[in-house]
């Protein structure tokens, strides 16, 4: 196989162009783009795979990172029975709205958001107050957080009862249905 025919089919291998067709030259040519190939789709899967990571790592989300410190560490005393300084750390809405100094963070700048600030003792007492200061990894956490958007991805919580409305009825089938037993309040009734 020549060089010309080789590069006009792009997926045949080395191994397919014949030595007895080439000359020295050509195979090293060859030789050189299979490399190239192959160094470049593994490059592409390196840099996949970096870019990949660092999104799962850059961004915190608030149920499975921040909340989970927030329960362990802070809700002993910012909670709705105990709002020291007015902060309920409960909530995501309690934690945006925050306490007698306003929100508690500031979505973007970690470093103007009262929360970091009380974490790294910018502001002082340092939060957890009486405890050990939350390790950096945490406090990393957190900032990221705040720095990605501070977005809220908790499952809304609601105190809302819902009843069922029938408006029409079920579908029963033939085995099951006993006109005699079956009573079916009328939509009305249903409402109330
Ligand atoms: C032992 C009780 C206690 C714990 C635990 C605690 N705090 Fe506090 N927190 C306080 C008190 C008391 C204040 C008021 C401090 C002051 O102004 O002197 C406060 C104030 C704050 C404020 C400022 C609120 C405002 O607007 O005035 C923030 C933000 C805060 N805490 C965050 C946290 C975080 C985050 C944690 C967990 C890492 C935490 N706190 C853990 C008692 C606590």
């Known amino acids: 196989m020549r060089l010309s025919q080789w590069l006009s089919r792009p997926g045949t291998p080395l191994s397919m162009a014949q030595p007895r067709f080439v000359t020295r030259l050509e195979l090293l040519i060859y030789t050189l783009i299979e490399t190239r190939k192959k160094l470049m789709s593994v490059n592409a899967l390196a840099i996949v795979l970096t870019v990949a990571v660092n999104i799962a790592a850059a961004a915190p989300s608030f149920s499975r990172d ?66 050990a200061p939350l390790p950096e990894s945490e406090i990393a956490l957190v900032r990221d957080w705040i720095r990605d958007g501070a977005k809220n991805d908790s499952v809304a919580e609601t105190t809302e009862l819902r009843t069922p409305v029938y408006l029409q009825p079920p579908v029963i089938t033939g085995s099951v249905f006993r006109p005699t037993v079956l009573k079916l309040p009328s939509p009305a009734t249903a409402r109330s």
């Open 66 to 131: 921040i909340q989970p410190i927030l329960q362990k560490k802070c809700q002993g005393c910012h909670q709705p029975a105990s709002k020291m300084s007015g902060l309920d750390l409960t909530t995501f809405d309690g934690f945006s709205k925050g306490g007698k100094r306003g929100p508690a963070f500031v979505t973007d700048r970690p470093d103007e958001s009262v929360v970091v600030r009380y974490l790294t003792a910018a502001l002082q007492p340092r939060m957890p107050l009486g405890e």
